[in-house]
Nanobody
Framework: QVQLVESGGGSVQAGDSVRLSCAASGRIFESSLPGWFRQAPGKEREFVAVEGWRDSSPLYADSVKGRFTISRDDAKNTVYLQMNSLKAQGTGLYHC??????????????????WGQGTQVTVSS
């Protein structure tokens, strides 16, 4: 089974930028759409972003639009999440599951998988 390994998290100040990486053990990103979710302590997993499909641009949660950018490097089987102007609400464990092409547009965690260990981002205000 393909594994996803997230990295790049850490403790930052509000207003800082961080780039997260998600490395896949196989070419899963060729047959599915990579996304990013985050989970704050005591809360449900929250949709952050998903790559675009065909002529559609990537989709972002309203809370991160204009500040976060999802991108990919197929040669490295890696997906990135560039996070700028971080806010305290951005604190959480970030995961990079994928979704099927037919589920593009869904922000439901149940439509994404597999789930790696995640990488923790802590934003101090």
């Amino acid at each position: 089974q393909v594994q996803l390994v997230e990295s790049g998290g850490g403790s930052v100040q509000a207003g800082d930028s961080v780039r997260l990486s998600c490395a896949a053990s196989g070419r899963i990103f060729e047959s599915s759409l990579p996304g990013w979710f985050r989970q704050a302590p005591g809360k449900e997993r929250e949709f952050v972003a998903v790559e675009g499909w065909r002529d559609s641009s990537p989709l972002y949660a309203d809370s991160v639009k204009g500040r976060f950018t999802i991108s990919r490097d197929d040669a490295k089987n890696t997906v990135y999440l560039q996070m700028n102007s971080l806010k305290a609400q951005g604190t959480g464990l970030y995961h990079c599951p994928t979704t099927s092409f037919s589920k593009f547009g869904s922000a439901a965690a149940r439509d994404f998988g597999p789930w790696g260990q995640g990488t923790q981002v802590t934003v101090s205000s």
